[in-house]
T-cell receptor
Framework: GAVVSQHPSRVICKSGTSVKIECRSLDFQATTMFWYRQFPKQSLMLMATSNEGSKATYEQGVEKDKFLINHASLTLSTLTVTSAHPEDSSFYIC????????????FGPGTRLLVL | GQNIDQPTEMTATEGAIVQINCTYQTSGFNGLFWYQQHAGEAPTFLSYNVLDGLEEKGRFSSFLSRSKGYSYLLLKELQMKDSASYLCAVRDQDRDDKIIFGKGTRLHILP
């Protein structure tokens, strides 16, 4: 399967700071990338869909001004958690699809965020 | 709307067979996925069904009945490493083909 990387794998930050998470498709061009959040023992919750060169589409209840998504190229999408709070502590996972999401998605290894 | 149901937890014995069921309700069904997720890791793809019937891949098989809104994942010759969560996910063409996940089934394998 295709390879998707995420960086960093783990981050600890102070409340009020911003954190940027990168998602890269290493061996294919991802026209669409998805960002998920997963709390302990819960399922993956889709936060937003990002398409290369256009604005991200956010799911209901997800604050677009708090979770900034940039899909600047066909291999890179970034999620910035702005003014992080302890309740933002979670496991953030990106996935990438090659043709508008019509094929299966390939997941990155995830980023564990802890906000103190 | 969309609703995906699967059991929260299951327990099985090493070497045995286990079937994990998933029922779904969606307005624009366009495929069903099964993923495996070990604790603290991202999901890995197991199977994809879009037509009725059984798809077999080694020790894992997945079945789909679109008319019943039902799927199952069958794991044979269970190994300890199969202890994980198994996520049923449905792609919805009425939601731009996004893949929406169920809450997952935590499978415990006993020696």
């Amino acid at each position: 399967g295709a390879v998707v990387s995420q960086h960093p794998s783990r981050v600890i930050c102070k409340s009020g700071t911003s954190v940027k998470i990168e998602c890269r498709s290493l061996d294919f061009q991802a026209t669409t990338m998805f960002w998920y959040r997963q709390f302990p023992k819960q399922s993956l919750m889709l936060m937003a869909t990002s398409n290369e060169g256009s604005k991200a589409t956010y799911e209901q209840g997800v604050e677009k001004d708090k979770f900034l998504i940039n899909h600047a190229s066909l291999t890179l999408s970034t999620l910035t958690v702005t003014s992080a709070h302890p309740e933002d502590s979670s496991f953030y996972i990106c996935s990438a699809a090659s043709t508008g999401g019509r094929e299966t998605q390939y997941f990155g290894p995830g980023t564990r965020l802890l906000v103190l | 709307g969309q609703n995906i149901d699967q059991p929260t937890e299951m327990t099985a014995t090493e070497g045995a067979i286990v079937q994990i069921n998933c029922t779904y309700q969606t307005s624009g069904f366009n495929g069903l996925f099964w993923y495996q997720q070990h604790a603290g890791e991202a999901p890995t793809f197991l199977s994809y069904n879009v037509l009725d019937g059984l798809e077999e891949k080694g020790r894992f098989s997945s079945f789909l009945s679109r008319s019943k809104g039902y799927s199952y994942l069958l794991l044979k010759e269970l190994q300890m490493k199969d202890s994980a969560s198994y996520l049923c996910a449905v792609r919805d063409q009425d939601r731009d083909d996004k893949i929406i996940f169920g809450k997952g089934t935590r499978l415990h394998i006993l020696p």
